[in-house]
């Protein structure tokens, strides 16, 4: 069935290191993926999204990486900060109907380390 | 400014009573949806309205309703909670003209609401 899951559950770094958070879907007709960030107690908030025709985005600070031969995605955060602590969501976006549908991974917590 | 609102953010219910999240939103969009987050979970839909059309996922079960009585405001009826459904709860909403031309934040969510059920 389509999916889409991450590799790890759970990430650690130090402030100011780069932080790559990886996302695996199995679904090959999505139309294009967005990235979110969670924080405890509040809704997803959006980082940055890329389609399907593309192989990287940039954002400020973020990255994203797009590898369609191995479905595989990945977020890149660069010189991480304590306030990117978060659980991060990949998702996949598809048209279904008249409304586009988002499939989220499972999700991988960031832990920032001082 | 708040764009979607979710009210209450934590609501207490009792096994098998009936209860009602609200959602509301100021961004004029066509589109509504619930999301269900169990704890160190993904979001799962629900459902979702297009403009007055409702959209019930396969597998939402029926113990799920919702109803949009105008453009701004959408509710999620519980009729008769379990402990299985103890869950934050997110709305959210999106403009959509069925193609996927524009990309982006073209969804956006509120804060959520906490049920807890006893």
């Known amino acids: 069935g389509e999916s889409v899951g991450l590799h790890l559950p759970t990430l650690s770094v130090q402030e100011g290191d780069n932080s790559i958070i990886n996302c695996a879907y199995s679904n090959s007709a999505s139309d294009y993926f967005i990235w979110y960030k969670q924080e405890s107690g509040k809704g997803p908030q959006f980082i940055i999204d890329?389609?399907?025709?593309?192989d990287k985005r940039q954002g400020q600070r973020v990255t994203v990486l797009l590898n369609k031969t191995v479905k595989h995605l990945s977020l890149q955060i660069a010189a991480t900060q304590p306030g990117d602590s978060a659980v991060y969501f990949c998702?996949?976006?598809?048209?279904?109907?008249?409304?586009?549908?988002?499939?989220f991974g499972s999700g991988t917590q960031l832990t920032v380390l001082p | 400014d708040a764009m979607v609102i979710q009210n209450p953010r934590y609501q207490v219910t009792q096994f098998g009573k009936p209860v009602t999240l609200s959602c509301s939103q100021t961004l004029n969009h066509n589109v509504m949806y619930w999301y269900q987050q169990k704890s160190s979970q993904a979001p799962k839909l629900l459902f979702h309205y297009y403009d007055k059309d409702f959209n019930n996922e396969a597998d939402t079960p029926d113990n799920f309703q919702s109803r949009r009585p105008n453009t701004s405001f959408c509710f999620l009826d519980i009729r008769s909670p379990g402990l299985g459904d103890a869950a934050m709860y997110l709305c959210a909403t999106s403009r959509e003209d069925g193609s996927l031309n524009t990309i982006g934040e073209t969804q956006y969510f509120g804060p959520g609401t906490r049920l807890l059920v006893l």
């Open positions: 890329i389609r399907s025709n593309m």
């Open positions: 998702a996949e976006v598809r048209l279904s109907g008249s409304a586009r549908q988002l499939t």
